[in-house]
Nanobody, 124 residues
Framework: QVQLVESGGGSVQAGGSLRLSCTIS????????MGWFRQAPGKEREGVAL???????YLAGSATGRFTISKDNAKNTLYLQMNSLKPADTAIYYC??????????????????WGQGTQVTVSS
């Protein structure tokens, strides 16, 4: 059974930093595309950052220059380092896995497995 567990969310002031972690069990996650998504109240879930099995990364425009996605294959853990946080970054953040073996895709529907989410709140 594949399980994804996020941690690291919290409340920070604008300009602050947080690092989210997502530990995956039940699958060799380095073989698959992994991603971070977020959902703010009243909005659709959107992609924030993706990482291919070969380590190539992609960032949404809103995250470019501020966020970094990385992974530690030995620890089966995915990370999202978030710097220069803004109130607009307030959302529930989810990690997700696409176990089809295909290339990363920004559409949430492509991801079969999701964590429970971790709240990030940025105050001005």
């Amino acid at each position: 059974q594949v399980q994804l567990v996020e941690s690291g969310g919290g409340s920070v002031q604008a300009g602050g930093s947080l690092r989210l972690s997502c530990t995956i069990s039940g699958v060799d996650f380095y073989r698959f595309c992994m991603g971070w998504f977020r959902q703010a109240p009243g909005k659709e879930r959107e992609g924030v950052a993706l990482i291919e099995r070969d380590g190539r990364t992609y960032l949404a425009g809103s995250a470019t220059g501020r966020f970094t996605i990385s992974k530690d294959n030995a620890k089966n853990t995915l990370y999202l380092q978030m710097n220069s946080l803004k109130p607009a970054d307030t959302a529930i953040y989810y990690c997700a896995a696409d176990l089809t073996g295909g290339y990363c895709n920004w559409r949430p529907a492509r991801y079969q497995n999701w964590g429970q989410g971790t709240q990030v709140t940025v105050s001005s």
